[in-house]
């Protein structure tokens, strides 16, 4: 039987945790994302093998992700790029935001998004 791939049953409190705990960036975009506002499904905290993705949508195979400031050191930097080419090899395109793109210019950011959907 082939490895879970989504949302792997070891991960499950930490994505809990993640998801009961929302930075206010992700607590803001979530606002906007949630119960298909966009016209597509979102889900928070979705695992793909060992990591945890901000949002996800499925229909799209579409990884949101958002950036504060560890995530600009060159150490992360190229974490992040690691962690991009993995999802990728699953069908997963990724598009990352800063957090005060969301406070900033929300409007971009979900016209970005809206973009990146597969219909």
């Known amino acids: 039987m082939p490895d879970q791939v989504h949302n792997k049953k070891e ?10 705990h929302l930075t206010p960036a ?5 606002t906007y994302l949630k119960h298909t506002k966009l016209g597509q499904k979102f889900r928070r905290q979705h695992s793909v093998g060992y990591y945890i993705l901000d949002f996800y949508c499925p229909q799209s195979k579409l990884c949101v992700e958002l950036d504060g400031a ?8 190229r974490y992040d790029e690691r962690r ?31 973009a990146h ?3």
């Not at 991960?11 to 009961?20: A, E, T, V």
């Open 11 to 20: 991960l499950k409190q930490h994505r809990k945790d993640l998801r009961n």
């Open 26 to 30: 992700e607590a803001e975009l979530w």
């Open 70 to 77: 560890h995530h600009f050191t060159p150490e992360s930097q």
């Open 84 to 114: 991009s080419r993995c999802l990728e090899k699953f069908g997963i395109r990724v598009i990352r935001f800063e957090n005060e793109d969301v406070f900033n210019k929300l409007p971009d950011v979900l016209n970005s998004i809206s």
């Open 117 to 119: 959907f597969i219909r």
